[in-house]
């Protein structure tokens, strides 16, 4: 989808000329938009809402996703452009990509069909049955398509959801989760079946975590606050962080490869946790990849002394990322050091040791370290280390179906993209349907309705059979 810098222009000012009417909306309170004042009356709302969910119909549950669908759709946008405003994060135009993903590639109700076994001693039913009521953590990377993404799939599989969203992307999150609320009710499904509080902070989250009448918590974000649901005592979802590596060895169509990790390093900016995050490539076909990234027109290779002020603009004293820069356009970041770049360029590139700090660091940002590797199985070990032990994503560019086998059973991640752009794991030019909640610490890989399950099974001991 390719949309020009005076297009996102003029749309961001739009919804800037707008912000006062949508601010006066946000503080009204008006009762049963989906925001609440307090956790309590957010939680109370949603058991009411799932109970009269159960009552209804599967063939009601798809009006009100179908109609969950339809509104995102129909306000991308102005979400999109919300969202870029208030976190500062990422382009425009991958989040409206973000958002067409999330509303058309998430599952349904046709993801907790119900499975039979009959046999000599009767029949066997397994239906994949509701927990209640969610409590779910969302982030600033994505306020719009994880918020889009997890109430499609918990709302399918017959769950109502209080979210929590980060204080920093609350006005665009509540903003969301009022469209999808206001959907959900005026195609008659229950109010309440999706919320969230007015305010939401640490202490909203860690009231929702322990609130008896939470059957289930789900976060999204990095490891402490995955660690915090996995103390909870409840059943618990656990998205983290992730830091992916690319490999790309002698056999590797050299030219698809460059453009797939310029295309899947950039996008959004890097703030995806799916992102490219270090590419680690042979020598033998290193200069011929840094030369058609280069080609793309889309990355600028920095020298090594521009490589060093970059570095040092973006990593702390204290080794870690500097918060001003996540998620920011090339151009701002580049800028600090006296660099101007044209608006065509989306990613800064540069060769890098093995230690270097953003080869180890899940930086968020388009600046991408390139480490040369004697041969494949010295990348595969390299590659592992690197992605230390988070079984996120891993992306491998290779003809060689040996390589890529011995790459993915030792790294063992949740998504492994071949010969594509890392984003083609969440179904973005891949197969398969999409996910913003991919919970590689606590085992369910890409959630979908059927994530947000449990199972129950129905046993009638006659035989029932006509055969």
Same mark, same amino acid.
């Given at each position: 989808?390719?949309?020009?810098?005076?297009?996102?222009?003029?749309?961001?000012?739009?919804?800037?000329?707008?912000?006062?009417?949508?601010?006066?909306?946000?503080?009204?309170?008006?009762?049963?938009?989906?925001?609440?004042?307090?956790?309590?009356?957010?939680?109370?709302?949603?058991?009411?809402?799932?109970?009269?969910?159960?009552?209804?119909?599967?063939?009601?549950?798809?009006?009100? %996703?179908?109609?969950?669908?339809?509104?995102?759709?129909?306000?991308?946008?102005?979400?999109?452009?919300?969202?870029?405003?208030?976190?500062?994060?990422?382009?425009?135009?991958?989040?409206?990509?973000?958002? %067409?993903?999330?509303?058309?590639?998430?599952?349904?109700?046709?993801d907790i069909h119900p499975e039979a076994k009959s046999?000599?001693?009767?029949?066997?039913?397994?239906?994949?049955?509701?927990?209640?009521?969610?409590?779910?953590?969302?982030?600033?990377?994505?306020?719009?398509?994880?918020?889009?993404?997890?109430?499609?799939?918990?709302?399918?599989?017959?769950?109502?959801?209080?979210?929590?969203?980060?204080?920093?992307?609350?006005?665009?999150?509540?903003?969301?989760?009022?469209?999808?609320?206001?959907?959900?009710?005026?195609?008659?499904?229950?109010?309440?079946?999706?919320?969230?509080?007015?305010?939401?902070?640490?202490?909203?989250?860690?009231?929702?975590?322990?609130?008896?009448?939470?059957?289930?918590?789900?976060?999204?974000?990095?490891?402490?606050?995955?660690?915090?649901?996995?103390?909870?005592?409840?059943?618990?979802?656990?998205?983290?962080?992730?830091?992916?590596?690319?490999?790309?060895?002698?056999?590797?169509?050299?030219?698809?490869?460059?453009?797939?990790?310029?295309?899947?390093a950039s996008i959004n900016n890097n703030i995806f946790?799916?992102?490219?995050?270090?590419?680690?490539?042979?020598?033998?076909?290193?200069?011929?990849?840094?030369?058609?990234?280069?080609?793309?027109?889309?990355?600028?290779?920095?020298?090594?002394?521009?490589?060093?002020?970059?570095?040092?603009?973006?990593?702390?004293?204290?080794?870690?990322?500097?918060?001003?820069?996540?998620?920011?356009?090339?151009?701002?970041?580049?800028?600090?050091?006296?660099?101007?770049?044209?608006?065509?360029?989306?990613?800064?590139?540069?060769?890098?040791?093995?230690?270097?700090?953003?080869?180890?660091?899940?930086?968020?940002?388009?600046?991408?370290?390139?480490?040369?590797?004697?041969?494949?199985?010295?990348? %595969?070990?390299?590659?592992?280390?690197?992605?230390?032990?988070?079984?996120?994503?891993?992306?491998?560019?290779?003809?060689?179906?040996?390589?890529?086998?011995?790459?993915?059973?030792?790294?063992?991640?949740?998504?492994?993209?071949?010969?594509?752009?890392?984003?083609?794991?969440?179904?973005?030019?891949g197969e398969g349907h999409t996910s913003f909640t991919?919970?590689?610490?606590?085992?369910?890989?890409?959630?979908?309705?059927?994530?947000?399950?449990?199972?129950?099974?129905?046993?009638?001991?006659?035989?029932?059979?006509?055969?």
């Amino acid at each position: 989808m390719d949309i020009n810098q005076d297009y996102v222009t003029t749309v961001i000012q739009k919804v800037l000329e707008n912000l006062v009417s949508e601010e006066e909306l946000s503080i009204s309170g008006a009762s049963g938009d989906g925001v609440c004042q307090t956790v309590e009356e957010a939680v109370a709302g949603a058991v009411q809402a799932q109970k009269k969910l159960t009552s209804m119909t599967l063939g009601q549950r798809d009006q009100m %996703i179908a109609a969950m669908r339809k509104v995102s759709l129909d306000n991308n946008e102005t979400m999109s452009a919300m969202a870029v405003r208030e976190t500062k994060l990422g382009r425009f135009e991958d989040k409206v990509k973000e958002n %067409i993903l999330c509303s058309t590639k998430t599952p349904g109700t046709e993801d907790i069909h119900p499975e039979a076994k009959s046999g000599d001693d009767g029949l066997t039913l397994l239906e994949h049955a509701p927990v209640g009521v969610i409590g779910s953590l969302t982030p600033i990377t994505n306020p719009t398509g994880t918020i889009i993404h997890n109430a499609i799939s918990m709302i399918a599989a017959g769950n109502a959801v209080v979210f929590n969203p980060h204080p920093g992307a609350r006005e665009t999150s509540t903003g969301m989760i009022r469209l999808l609320h206001k959907a959900i009710v005026e195609v008659g499904g229950p109010p309440g079946l999706i919320s969230s509080v007015s305010q939401p902070t640490m202490d909203t989250a860690k009231e929702i975590m322990a609130h008896p009448k939470v059957n289930m918590l789900v976060v999204t974000g990095g490891k402490a606050a995955v660690n915090a649901v996995l103390r909870s005592g409840k059943k618990a979802i656990g998205a983290g962080a992730g830091n992916p590596p690319v490999l790309v060895d002698e056999t590797a169509n050299i030219r698809k490869a460059a453009k797939s990790i310029v295309d899947g390093a950039s996008i959004n900016n890097n703030i995806f946790c799916t992102c490219e995050k270090e590419v680690i490539v042979v020598t033998e076909i290193a200069d011929c990849l840094i030369k058609f990234m280069q080609e793309t027109g889309k990355a600028r290779l920095l020298t090594p002394h521009e490589a060093k002020q970059v570095t040092a603009l973006v990593v702390t004293r204290e080794g870690g990322i500097n918060p001003a820069f996540i998620g920011k356009n090339v151009q701002v970041i580049l800028k600090e050091v006296g660099i101007e770049l044209g608006e065509e360029f989306r990613l800064a590139i540069f060769e890098a040791d093995k230690d270097h700090p953003l080869v180890w660091l899940e930086q968020m940002m388009p600046i991408m370290p390139i480490v040369r590797v004697a041969d494949v199985q010295e990348g %595969i070990d390299f590659a592992v280390e690197v992605e230390q032990g988070n079984r996120h994503t891993a992306i491998m560019h290779s003809t060689n179906v040996d390589n890529m086998t011995a790459f993915a059973r030792a790294v063992q991640t949740t998504l492994f993209v071949k010969n594509g752009p890392s984003y083609a794991g969440l179904g973005l030019g891949g197969e398969g349907h999409t996910s913003f909640t991919i919970a590689g610490p606590t085992g369910e890989g890409l959630t979908s309705a059927r994530t947000y399950t449990r199972q129950r099974r129905c046993t009638l001991v006659e035989s029932f059979r006509i055969i």
